[in-house]
């Protein structure tokens, strides 16, 4: 390149001299800024739309078209039950007055003796006998009435002696002196990670927004697992019969006590769902 076109040549020219410009290198490189602009106003140019579609459509969306959204699931009323302390002992008994003292006569049974041994003594009529005790001395007192009203005994060996009767091991208790309890972090997250299904499917349904409770009764059994449960109340769409579901799939409890003993009885668990418009 001549000397006085250098300064006035653009880098381009410069670097392909002597080169061939028609590969397509030198092209390339030439258009190179005006590819650059023209697709950074295409892009900018769709960014633009899809705003524009976005806010008109949210704009002229109708009131039908909004969604509920679940929110949440409330576990109402559960609280650790905390065993209650021992009743106090029973007060001892207060102490028997001491018996009255009984009319006695004195009887020595017969013995054999020579005659320069005995002591004459006075020896009760037997009449007596049968109406005052027997002793080794005579003192006064009350008659025994044991012995003045008690018929002769005879005994036919025919008595027999009734045993204590047993109480029912599975009686079912409403009310014991200590309640059945359950862990109450791991009850809780069983029902609110199980119950969210539920009560999804139920917004999903046309459920209406708003607060929506379930009273569910079961039976904590001797060695703490759950049966009978059952629903006392039921919203609709799935949320009774999910709620026994959950409840019946859930951890074991600790049973409760009467009379110092393991026992089944009846528990009964409120459950809220709540479910907010967005």
């Not at 002597?18 to 800024?33: F, I, P, Q, S």
């Not at 002769?152 to 029912?168: H, L, R, Y």
Request: glycine share 6%; no cysteine.
């Amino acid at each position: 390149m001549e000397a006085n076109k250098i300064l006035q040549a653009d880098l381009l020219d410069l670097l392909f001299e002597d080169r061939n410009k028609e590969y397509g290198a030198y092209e390339l490189r030439t258009k190179y800024n005006k590819r650059i602009t023209l697709a950074l106003l295409i892009t900018a140019g769709l960014a633009a739309a899809i705003v524009a579609f976005s806010f008109l459509s949210k704009a002229f969306a109708s009131p039908e078209d909004a969604k509920v959204e679940v929110r949440d699931v409330v576990v109402q009323n559960i609280q650790e039950e905390t065993p209650p302390p021992p009743p106090p002992p029973p007060p001892p008994p207060p102490k028997a007055p001491p018996p009255p003292q009984l009319e006695t006569a004195k009887f020595t049974p017969p013995v054999i003796k020579k005659d320069e041994e005995v002591k004459k003594e006075e020896i009760p009529p037997i009449t007596k006998l049968e109406t005052v005790a027997v002793a080794d001395k005579s003192q006064e007192g009350v008659k025994d009435e044991g012995l003045l009203n008690a018929p002769p005994v005879v005994d036919k060996g025919t008595q027999v002696v009734q045993a204590k009767p047993v109480e029912d091991e599975n009686k079912v208790f409403e009310k014991v002196e200590i309640e059945a309890s359950v862990n109450i972090s791991q009850w809780r997250r069983h029902l609110e990670s199980q119950l969210q299904r539920y009560i999804e499917d139920a917004a999903s349904a046309g459920m209406n927004p708003g607060t929506y409770t379930v009273n569910v009764r079961f039976l904590v059994e001797k060695d703490g697992s759950i049966t009978d449960v059952r629903s006392l109340n039921d919203p609709g769409y799935g949320l009774g019969q999910g709620a026994v579901e959950v409840v019946k799939r859930g951890p074991k409890w600790s049973p409760g006590e009467q009379n110092g003993r393991k026992v089944r009885s009846y528990h009964t668990q409120p459950i809220t769902f709540v479910i907010q418009e967005q």
